[in-house]
């Protein structure tokens, strides 16, 4: 079988896992194993991508993922990763997600940047970046592996839209100047219960080192971050499994705060 037709073969597979809420059993060994090149797994990314978007999915943004040195060092790499997020991922601050449209939820604390300027230069700076953000939220990513026991090495959450799934934006904008990126704190609670905690700088020592990381690779893979985009830019701490019923409030200190609520079965 050619490289494409692996690639759409994978792309296939993951797409029906989605829709029918089933998860599959690791694709890495149809990309190569454990040698495979993550390129191969961008290109099942990119295939459903441009299939969402022939379907008139709109793309919002971009979720970074693996900023975190220690999950980084359990699949072996040394960089993060990235995968989209569309308009019908998003979800309101405590509206209730629907029940039966995920396989096996967790939840991530973050902070999330709206940028107000294409992001189109080979090589990014602080600068650029600050200078482009229009705002920052407190967020909680959604995320889902369609593989099952979420059994994952890079490779396949990777083609996986690095296993994202929603994502909840908090609805008091904060301007970057009056926050702390790196040493603020955040709480995520489920009722009374403490459930993650952590801070800035557990994402790559500084959020803004994961959105520079994103800028150049999105230039690089050809679909740059633009005008209007948001920027998931990665875990403060743990994620969290998310069961039917569940709500979760997440504050970061300066940002406000932000709930995500599962709908009971």
């Known amino acids: 079988m050619s490289n494409s037709a692996v690639v759409e073969s994978v792309a296939q597979a993951l797409r029906n896992a989605e829709l029918s809420q089933a998860a599959i059993a690791p694709i890495r060994p149809q990309l190569g194993g454990e040698s495979a090149d993550v390129d191969i797994a961008y290109a099942v990314q990119e295939e459903n991508t441009k299939r969402a978007l022939a379907e008139g999915r709109r793309l919002v943004g971009r979720k970074i993922g693996l900023t975190s040195k220690v999950v980084q060092a359990q699949l072996g790499v040394d960089q993060p990763d990235f995968g989209m997020l569309f308009a019908d991922m998003a979800y309101g601050d405590g509206e209730e997600i629907p029940a039966g449209l995920l396989i096996q939820p967790k939840v991530e604390a973050e902070i999330a940047l709206v940028i107000n300027q294409d992001l189109t230069k080979d090589k990014h700076t602080y600068a650029d970046i600050i200078s482009a953000t229009e705002y920052a939220l407190p967020a909680i990513e959604v995320v889902d592996s369609r593989i099952e026991n979420w059994k994952i090495s890079l490779i396949d959450t ?17 301007k970057l100047e009056n926050l702390d990126l790196v040493n603020c704190k955040m709480i995520m609670t489920r009722g009374e219960e403490v459930v993650s905690q952590g801070v800035g700088k557990a994402c790559l020592a500084n959020p803004m080192n994961a959105a520079v990381w994103l800028a150049d690779e999105m230039v690089r893979r050809g679909r740059p971050l633009l005008a209007g985009d948001i920027i998931l830019t990665g875990a403060l701490g743990p994620m969290v499994v998310a069961n039917p019923g569940d709500e979760f409030k997440v504050e970061i200190k300066g940002f406000g705060s932000v709930t995500a609520a599962f709908a009971a079965k």
């Open 158 to 174: 990777v083609a996986d839209n690095a296993s994202s799934a929603g994502f909840v934006l908090g609805s008091k904008p904060v």
